[in-house]
């Protein structure tokens, strides 16, 4: 199966976000914790060079918990700061903001030194499509928090949101686009959702999932299914069709239905907590 990226606008999108970067100390930038590497795009480290930077794990409710960890650990040791996240909740606010606080340590004493008090800190989202940016901004600077407005001269334009006394959030994510040469991680990305459905083929990406569950994640067919692993993904597919009566016209299986059907409980997290990519050193769960 091969994916492929077109980049169209994206030298645009690419302008303007060197333009925002101008404006922000910050750069908080969302990861899908399912694939924490294959969902960044690289070229963010240097857009967002010589600024602070947090990376949120979200969708941390859909992922693997020891990964997660695991992999939290992976971006400290690499000198980001980082937390996991369930962007569709508040709960993870507290967190997030002392978060905020510990990453911009710097530009604060700084400000302090120069006699500068209470100056908030600015923020932009960045991330590839479908890792919750929108969900982010929303849940936490959505309606109920005041628009700052524009500041005349300074950020044309621009609309920033308090996320609280101390920090303000540009209320436009940066979208990156994906980025990858392996196919491997274009999988893991059309899995999670990030490659548009409509140029991805469903059954062949069912067969693949089939494939990392039976190995990864042993017991999860046969509990949601109630089908026997011991079998080829081709066969699990058609087990998996007859268990959730997806028959055709005929008394045929419907593949292209449970491979949809599959490929959506994946996403949603009916199959479990499962992540697709494990730091390295890890490779078994
Ligand atoms: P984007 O701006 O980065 O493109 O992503 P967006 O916020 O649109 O989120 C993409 C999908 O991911 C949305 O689902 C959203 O609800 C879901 N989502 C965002 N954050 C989380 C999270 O932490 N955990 C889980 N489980 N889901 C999350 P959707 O199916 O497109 O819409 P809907 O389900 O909200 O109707």
Known sequence: MHFQ???GHMTKARRQM??????????????????PLGSRNPDIDELGKNKARLILMNKADLADERQTKAWMEYFQQKGYFAVRLDARSKAGMKAISAEIMKACQEKIERDQKRGIKNRPVRAMVVGIPNVGK??????????????????????????????????????????????????????????IGSIKDEILNIDELSLE?????????????KRRYGIEEDQQPPELLVAVAVSRNCIKKGNE?????????????????????????????RETV
């Open 18 to 35: 060197q333009e925002d970067m101008k404006l922000i100390d910050l750069v908080i930038e969302l990861v899908d914790a399912r694939v």
């Open 134 to 191: 929108s969900t982010f901004i929303n849940t936490y600077a959505g309606k109920a928090c005041a628009k700052t407005g524009n500041k005349p001269g300074v950020t044309k334009g621009k609309q920033w949101i308090k996320l609280n006394r101390n920090v303000e959030l540009l209320d436009t994510p940066g979208i990156l686009w994906p980025k990858f040469e392996d196919q491997q991680v274009g999988l893991h990305l059309a899995l």
């Open 209 to 221: 999932l089939i494939q990392i569950l039976k190995e990864k994640y042993p017991g999860v067919l």
């Open 253 to 281: 299986a419907d593949y292209s239905k449970a491979a949809a059907l599959i490929v959506d409980e994946f996403r949603g997290g009916t199959l479990g907590r499962i992540s697709l990519e494990f730091p390295e050193g």
């Open 5 to 7: 990226w077109y980049p």
